[in-house]
């Protein structure tokens, strides 16, 4: 069974600060994750992805994530906040074998940027 | 590439009554899911499909039956509204081919009074 945790559901940074949101999963194989961001009254939209290549995973925007297996953990951090930033952030999981294709989503952290 | 569409956008309906929420991707997406999304809870997945004639329950499947006959197409429908099934809805759609990532459309907010 896999699962996904966000710590955190708020998280409030000043703008020019830097951004950690934090995920854990838990898999008994090895997974795929990625980090989604939803604005207000829209769907979500990819950020990155993390498909078992190089650790530390870029994506859109100057996010950036890396992934620990020691941990079981792939944070999303950007180095300084925008306010065009704020939004909701979700973590997700799914496994490269299943032939499902089931994405399990964390509950969400919601991302306040304060000028 | 529209992507994913979802019709509608919003939708009020009274308890009881039927509807379908509709669902379609111009991507050629083998797998496409379902999703509730409510406050605090994260997305949580309904039903899904990994192909025409495949369909399967997910966590909350209670209250919605699905069909796939082509694979553009993935309604949801809803057979006797609840407000239990107040919500925001969000259909994905998903390939093997690019790493899995899932692309979702608006979505549809549904409020059951």
């Known amino acids: 069974a896999q699962s996904v945790t966000q710590l955190g559901s708020h998280v409030s940074v000043s703008e020019g600060a830097l951004v950690l949101l934090r995920c854990n999963y838990s898999s008994s194989v090895p997974p795929y994750l990625f980090w989604y961001v939803q604005y207000p009254n829209q769907g979500l939209q990819l950020l990155l992805k993390y498909t078992s290549a190089a650790t530390l995973v870029k994506g859109i925007n100057g996010f950036e994530a890396e992934f620990k297996k020691s941990e079981t953990s792939f944070h999303l951090t950007k180095p300084s906040a925008h306010m065009s930033d704020a939004a909701e952030y979700f973590c997700a999981v799914t496994s490269p074998t299943s032939g499902t294709y089931k994405y399990i989503f964390g509950t969400g952290t919601r991302l306040k940027v304060l000028a | 590439n529209a992507g994913v569409t979802q019709t509608p956008k919003f939708q009020v309906l009274k308890t009881g009554q039927s509807m379908t929420l509709q669902c379609a991707q111009d991507m050629n997406h083998e797998y496409m899911s379902w999703y509730r999304q409510d406050p605090g809870m994260g997305l949580r997945l309904i039903h899904y499909?990994?192909?025409?004639?495949?369909?399967d329950q997910g966590e909350v499947p209670n209250g919605y039956n699905v069909s796939r006959s082509t694979t553009e197409d993935f309604p949801l429908r809803l057979l006797s509204a609840a407000p239990s099934q107040t919500s925001v809805y969000f259909c994905a759609s998903s390939s093997p081919r690019g790493g899995r990532e899932a692309f979702f459309g608006q979505g549809t907010r549904l409020t059951v009074v």
């Open positions: 499909s990994v192909g025409a004639g495949i369909t």
